[in-house]
């Protein structure tokens, strides 16, 4: 019986569970004897000129070895912004004419001891002429003050032209309505911060440990930081404490650490503090949007606009680019006849934005269920209903938005009516009827979100995605598999051996992967964008197949038989003469002469669109404005799954993150740039008591994509809990008029929501 | 300032700075580096080990202030080989993803159930409020609680 499909427990988890992972903080290396420790002066200011740096009395401070200012760094390279981007908003790496967020790094301290730096970048004295700070979304587009004066705008990028948006997108509707709504800015908040280790070989070769989600990437990033060739870098990653789309590439942080071992011509480690990892390490979400949408009574949508504002945060990130993510999903699962989307990407004097688990079609996603409840509001209908009506009727066939995407395979109106059916969503809406009848203060609110997203994408249809993998047998009957991929997490080590394991018959137990190692793998794509099962995945399976075939043919010639005549029997992990089951040798026999090993490139015909939809039920005190989340059922369609376990794991993490965006979880600046939520006693990471236990329903519409069937899992959670949940919590107070409520759905905003709608009653 | 110290069974003697952190005694003087470093606020728990069996946030506690107690830690749950049940349940439940927080996730677990043998959902989801997990949603973690403590009372290993 094939294990795949099985609830295979994790080969990884007895070293986590008892002596930990090894992090980039916890590794012990020769290379790395003798590090110095080095640590950042960030701007405790939004925006301001540098009128001076003094580090007199850090270097006098103990164990200092050196500090390094801006002026120290001038023969690195500026990062410069992407082609599509104004190209006036490139930076060095360390801040040396101005400031421009609560955090932007300003010097380097470097000390003998850790205990030793945090005691001296209290001392070094940055001499700041603070100005005005862009905050908010206004801010930025009038352009009154500019983050960047040589750029002569904060805009860094229009998508779309917002002149040419189709006056006439509406005419058809009989009802319209519009909204301006948030979806705020939130801090990724991986468990492990950042770190990095750096030591330079005699050879000039750098060797830099990362936690990250490719390293073949990180490689590429970190030698263009530092004018190196690539050839000159060696990346090895660690085990990762969490990413989430945070820890993609290498940052100027990284960059220094490695700048820093070879100025002061020793070993250097950093890890990075909660305090800076939650002002500098890049933020996600932070757009602003409105949404119109118009339609029929009868509840058909005709037509839908986004127009999107997104927060970049004070420089060109990731996060510039999250329109082009989120206008690509603009319809979403549905047959809407006029849709069309624009954006605009600020610059503004807070944190950079990057990708946060689903980068962009999260944004989508809330955006148009936002809408469609809207809509349902307006006309009086219930939101199940307007839907289905508006859901692609299922299709198996490539279905092409306006947009370019190329929608795989999909069967939108089963996942609700599965999600429905699980969460009883006729008793729900009773319930609710009944408490409204007898003026209960405790609202039960119902949220739904239908969702379809993007995994797995390539670099546009002329470059298909790819992975590599390498699968090698050895004699004493075990395997090693190397990836592209990148796991922080998931559980590749043991879904790959489970792939590997079908097709050569060894057990999970004695097969090894490896990955993040640049030396031993050149190539890879990393993990990221719910990539790693559907391409590395397939590599995995395609090399292990492979690596059969060449089996096959030294069998031939061992057992003298023809290669046609041969079988491989897994369960015996051996080949056997067809007929005559006593002639066979062991697949790990045949690796005794000469090695056995395959090395693969997995080509898929595009991405893959997964698919689904959420149901939440929320209590909202209309007293006091308190929300609890009381369920989230949830139908989350990824093709086949190939280890339950780990499938679930993925969703149960998105559901917690996407809820937590919907009524928790909020990075706040005051009107002056000066974050605060920059501790965990400030921000409100979401604990085990704010979550209930999650009910996901099953469902598997494979796509032909690639062999397995399957698409990606990882940011399904976030993408569909987010909107579930924000909309349960309008839907709550929605006898009471409230129309909408942005996230997060603090107590105050909710408390605010009820007594605006009072006031209008 | 010399502390003495048992740390998973075994005595110790070192010098240390009177404002080291017990966390950081144990990863850099005792080379323990389960516990982890995820906050700078007593808030996540990634640090969590036991203090004379009850669970303390270790970045909040001197080393000093350690003197003479009885420490454990994740390394020093396990019996030779072995998984302790809680952490054979935290396994069989898929309660740990990326592995940052749950040297602590466990060691928190340990002292709950410890003080609270057959908690309830809501019971282990206040219990372990102070120990944040950004992977799981929680949900895994807390069937591996259940597990754990249904298990003991059963006198299996999960």
Known sequence: ?761 | MQVELTVNGQQRSDDVEPRLLLVHYLREVCGLRAANVGCDTTSCGACTVLLNGTSVKSCTVLAVQANGQQVTTAEGLGTDGGLHPVQAAFRQEHGLQCGFCTPGMVMATVGLLSENPHPTETEVREGLEGNFCRCTGYHNIVRAVLAAAEAERAGVTP
């Open chain 1, 1 to 761: 019986m094939s294990i795949l499909g099985t609830r295979v427990l994790r080969t990884e988890d007895p070293r986590f569970l008892t002596s930990g992972g090894v992090y980039t903080e916890d590794v012990v290396d020769d290379r790395l004897t003798g590090a110095c420790h080095v640590f950042f002066v960030r701007s405790p200011v939004a925006h301001a000129r540098i009128e001076g740096i003094d580090v007199s009395a850090a270097l006098e401070a103990p164990g200092v070895i050196a500090v390094f200012t801006g002026a120290d760094l001038a023969e690195l390279p500026k990062i410069k912004p992407g082609p599509l981007f104004n190209q006036e908003m490139g930076r060095p790496i360390l801040a040396t004419d101005k400031v421009r967020y609560v955090g932007d790094p300003v010097a380097v301290v470097v000390t003998e001891e850790a205990y030793q730096g945090e005691d001296a970048v209290e001392l070094v004295d940055v001499d700041y002429d603070v100005l005005p700070a862009v905050v908010d979304f206004a801010d930025a587009v009038s352009d009154k003050v500019l983050v960047y004066e040589e750029a002569g705008t904060n805009v860094a990028a229009n998508f779309g032209d917002a002149s040419k948006l189709d006056q006439h997108l509406f005419d058809e509707c009989e009802v319209v309505t519009t909204r301006t709504i948030l979806n705020q800015r939130v801090a990724p908040a991986p468990m492990e911060t950042r770190a990095a280790a750096a030591a330079w070989g005699e050879d000039g070769r750098l060797t830099a440990w990362i936690p990250n989600q490719g390293a073949q990437g990180t490689k590429g990033s970190l030698a263009r930081l530092l004018g190196l060739e690539p050839e000159q870098v060696h990346i090895i990653t660690p085990d990762v404490g969490g990413a989430f789309g945070a820890k993609f590439g290498a940052d100027p942080e990284h960059a220094l650490v490695a700048w820093v071992a070879r100025q002061v011509g020793r070993p250097a480690r950093w890890t990075e503090t909660r305090f800076e990892n939650l002002v500098a390490m890049t933020h996600g979400r932070a757009q602003q949007q409105t949404v119109t949408i118009g339609g029929k009574r009868d509840g058909t949508v005709l037509a839908y606009r986004l127009e999107i504002i997104q927060d970049s945060g004070a420089q060109v990130r990731i996060g510039a680019m999250l329109p082009f993510l989120t206008i690509l999903m603009t319809p979403g699962p549905y047959a809407i006849p006029q849709a069309e989307s624009v954006a605009k990407s600020v610059i503004t004097n807070t944190t950079p934005i990057g990708a946060y688990r689903g980068a962009g079609r999260p944004e989508a996603s809330a955006a148009l269920e936002r809408a469609m409840d809207l809509f349902a509001a307006e006309i009086g209908a219930d939101p199940a209903e307007v839907r289905r009506r508006n859901l692609l009727p299922p299709f198996t066939e490539p279905h092409r938005t306006k947009f370019g995407a190329l929608y795989d395979t999909g069967d939108y109106v089963t996942a609700l009516d599965k999600v429905l059916a699980a969460a009883g969503y006729d008793l729900l809406r009773k319930e609710q009827a009944e408490r409204r009848a007898r003026g209960d203060t405790m609202a039960l609110g119902i949220g739904l979100a239908s969702y379809v997203e993007i995994t797995g994408m390539g670099d546009g249809e002329e470059a298909p995605p790819q992975e590599n993998a390498t699968v090698e047998v050895h004699p004493d009957g075990t395997a090693t598999i190397l990836t592209g991929t990148s796991p922080h997490g998931q559980g590749h080590a043991t879904a790959w051996a489970m792939l590997a394991s079908d097709e050569l018959g060894i057990p999970v137990d004695k097969i090894t992967l490896k990955w993040g190692d640049t030396d031993l793998i050149p190539e890879g794509g990393g993990t990221g964008g719910s990539r790693s099962l559907q391409h590395g995945g397939s590599a995995v399976r395609q090399a292990s197949q492979e690596l059969i075939e060449i089996a096959r043919e030294r069998a031939a010639s061992q057992l003298e038989a023809s290669a046609a005549d041969l079988r491989f029997d897994v369960e015996r992990s051996a080949f056997e003469v067809v007929g005559d089951p006593d002639a066979s040798v062991p697949l790990a026999g045949l690796a005794e002469e000469e090695r056995l090993v395959v090395r693969t490139v997995f080509t898929a015909p595009g991405a893959t669109f997964p698919f689904g939809s959420h149901v939440a039920v929320v209590e909202v005190d209309t007293e006091t404005g308190k929300v609890v989340l009381r369920r989230v059922v949830t139908v989350d369609d990824a093709g086949f799954v190939l280890n339950p376990l780990l499938a679930e794991g993925q969703r149960h993490g998105g559901i917690a993150q996407g809820a937590a965006q919907a009524f928790l979880e909020e990075v706040v600046y005051d009107a002056d740039g000066n974050p605060l939520t920059a501790s965990f006693a400030d921000y409100p990471f979401l604990s085990a008591t704010e979550v209930p236990s999650f009910e996901l329903a099953d469902m598997q519409t494979l796509t032909s994509y690639n062999p397995l069937g399957v698409k990606g899992i990882g940011e399904a959670g976030s993408i569909g809990a987010t909107p579930a949940v924000q909309n349960a919590v309008v839907d709550a107070l929605s006898h009471l008029g409230v129309r909408h409520i942005d996230m997060p759905a603090s107590p105050q905003r909710v408390w605010q929501a009820i007594q605006a709608a009072k006031g209008n009653a």
